[in-house]
């Protein structure tokens, strides 16, 4: 079975910086695309941003030139590095994957439990 485990939120205050994490475990034949996600109360999960295998990337435009999606195929993790956090980033922050799980076989999208990111003063 897959597994992703979502780690680096906290409590920041605003103009500050935190990098979450996503790893990818379990048995699979390749992940292919990676999004993060946030939920904040109220509202409906959106992308932040997301990156190919191969590394492209897009972001909303709510985040471009605070944050930076990036991954590291051999550690099967991917990065969110946030900077000059804003309050109206305080969310629930989702990491999504699709992944192979067999050669051959079509990619399967699998969901992390969330990190919670405070942004507050």
């Known amino acids: 079975q897959v597994q992703l485990v979502e780690s680096g939120g906290g409590l920041v205050q605003p103009g500050g910086s935190l990098r979450l994490s996503c790893v990818v475990s379990g048995s699979f034949y390749r992940i292919n695309a990676v999004g993060w996600y946030r939920q904040a109360p109220g509202n409906q999960r959106e992308l932040v941003a997301n990156?190919?295998?191969?590394?492209?990337?897009n972001s909303a435009d709510s985040v471009k030139g605070r944050f930076t999606i990036s991954r590291d195929n051999a550690k099967n993790t991917v990065y969110l590095q946030m900077n000059s956090l804003k309050p109206e980033d305080t969310a629930v922050y989702y990491c999504?994957?699709?992944?192979?799980?067999?050669?051959?076989?079509?990619?399967?999208?699998?969901w992390g439990k969330g990190t919670l990111v405070t942004v507050s003063s």
């Open positions: 999504n994957a699709v992944v192979v799980t067999r050669i051959f076989s079509a990619g399967m999208d699998f």
């Open positions: 990156i190919t295998r191969g590394g492209n990337t």
